[in-house]
């Protein structure tokens, strides 16, 4: 069968090999080619040109683009392309585009993966630039990266980066963890409603909250509400956000389930970042995009002008002329468990793990999928006993945060520190533990990770938690196709990474540190 692409950056890729005709995430082989053009020009950008804060937007952009599930517009990949090329300096090398131009099954590997972490820094970093928060530091990280993933050929040079960009991971979900809590106060604990009003609403997904909180603004005395779905849930957890009345609750679950989803709010939807499917006939004509998302025939809402909002006008007079939701379910769902309000519990945590209340933590955070292989992670949590306690973030929440209740002495069972992004909490909050209980190593702690992966962003926490220091990582449902068997087992006998088994056999083996 002739190969029209080749992709293999997420978790779906097909038979977990690649995606050679089209994408199993819905990319047409036209736009997985420019895609690999983008990514080849960015590369020559870091070859020809200097790093400035500038060009350095322009990359992490550009490179943001180009993650999976966030932009399917080939108009707007190939004006992004066009500027690349204008950006390019002079006598640039030739260099081949896409994945395969790499014939050393290891040193592609390796070039892969720092790419993809690469991929998940630069949507952060994109994220704290929104807000105001800018590292010359993380530019120029990223042009030494493209260079080295253009020309690297010795494993242990690219390894060396690859770690790095663990560091550079860090740095980066820091910076927006301040940009986030300076501008939207610090989370808080928070239960919000699942079901529905009575009034027309508007749903916003992806990870934008500088959108919400505009969008909030604008629409505060039209008569509609506001509703979050998949990574928007922890917007109900900053005071900033939550003191608007109309932001009703959360519709929904994660992503991969939106065309169910977003087919019965009836109103309309706006897609901030990544996390959006091909669009289907039946919200066709309400949905919007935003910021680095794109679908084609989708009304795409212009970026900010400087010291001015989006204009989500448009959007919001539609909202008045729909019909309110149609109701999925009525519940609740509590979180807003980030480090500054889990510290505000130390004490508790602290004498609930020496009194042996609490048995151990199970870091259950990441990505949700479609696969029905992803119910183990229901399974897990669902088997787990009754002292052990959840930290989580990210989507892979979905999978357990409505079927697991109750608290061991007041700490809920189910700690949720909000995005993907906010991964940086967990690890915050691992190393707090760490210094409350004195150990010398923070495995030492009675903690285990069971992580979910889907897309590039998670592929940055990895590499974040690497550089951290956290070993006996359990990640699924399988390991990345991109990872060479070679690079494999030094990942393996560098870091003890390990790929899922069954619900109880793993379950048996993290209670006892293993």
Not at 39 to 68: H, N, P, W, Y
Request: net charge negative.
């Amino acid at each position: 069968m002739e190969e029209k692409m080749f992709c293999f950056q997420c978790q779906e890729a097909c038979r977990n090999t690649g995606c050679t005709r089209s994408g199993m995430c819905g990319k047409k082989a036209e736009t997985a080619d420019l895609m690999d053009k983008i990514i080849r020009q960015l590369k020559l950008i870091a070859l020809t040109r200097e790093a400035d804060c500038q060009l350095g937007r322009f990359v992490i952009k550009s490179l943001f683009m180009t993650i999976t599930n966030a932009n399917f517009d080939e108009a707007a990949l190939q004006k992004q392309l066009d500027e690349a090329l204008r950006l390019t300096g002079k006598n640039p090398p030739r260099l081949p585009a896409g994945v395969l131009a790499c014939g050393n099954e290891d040193v592609r590997s390796l070039r892969e993966l720092l790419t993809y972490g690469l991929k998940g820094i630069a949507a952060y970093a994109e994220h704290a630039a929104v807000l105001g928060k800018e590292d010359e530091e993380i530019y120029a990280f990223c042009f030494k990266a493209l260079q080295t993933a253009a020309t690297g050929e010795d494993a242990g040079k690219l390894l060396a980066v690859i770690l790095e960009s663990g560091a550079i991971a860090v740095k980066t979900m820091a910076l927006l963890d301040a940009a986030n809590t300076e501008m939207f106060g610090d989370p808080q604990a928070t239960t919000v409603k699942t079901g529905v009003g009575s009034r027309p609403g508007i749903l916003i997904s992806g990870h934008d909250l500088l959108d919400i909180k505009e969008l909030l603004e604008q629409s505060q005395d039209a008569g509609i509400d506001i509703y979050t779905h998949c990574e928007m849930l922890p917007a109900h957890y900053y005071p900033e956000l939550k003191k608007y009345p109309h932001l009703y609750g959360n519709y929904g679950n994660a992503w991969h389930l939106q065309s169910k989803e977003f087919a019965s709010f009836n109103g309309p939807i706006l897609m901030t970042t990544n996390c959006i499917t091909p669009v289907q006939e039946s919200y066709k004509d309400r949905i919007f995009t935003t910021g680095m998302a794109g679908y084609p025939g989708v009304e795409h809402i212009a970026d900010r002008a400087a010291g001015k909002q989006k204009d989500f006008s448009a959007i919001i007079e539609l909202a008045k002329k729909c019909q309110a939701p149609e109701e999925l379910e009525n519940g609740t769902i509590t979180g807003g468990f980030a480090h500054a309000q889990v510290f505000a519990l130390a004490d508790k945590v602290v004498a609930a793990v020496k009194s042996g209340a609490i048995r151990r933590f199970i870091v259950m955070a990441g990505c949700d999928g479609r696969q029905k292989e992803r119910q183990y992670y229901s399974c897990v949590a669902e088997n787990l006993p009754r002292d052990t306690v959840i930290l989580t973030a990210g989507c892979a929440k979905y999978r357990y945060n409505k079927l697991i209740s109750g608290d061991i002495g007041g700490i809920p069972r189910v700690l949720d520190a909000g995005q993907c992004n906010d991964c940086y909490s967990l690890a915050v909050i691992a190393l707090k533990l760490k210094e409350v209980f004195g150990v010398k190593e923070i495995n030492d702690l009675p903690i285990s990770f069971d992580i979910a992966w889907y897309e590039q962003k998670a592929v940055a926490v990895l590499l974040a938690l690497l550089h951290l220091g956290f070993k006996n990582l359990r990640l699924g449902p399988t390991l990345p196709a991109f990872l060479s068997p070679e690079v494999t087992k030094i990942l393996v006998e560098a870091f003890d990474i390990k790929g899922i088994t069954d619900p109880q056999t793993d379950i048996q083996a993290m209670l006892t540190g293993r």
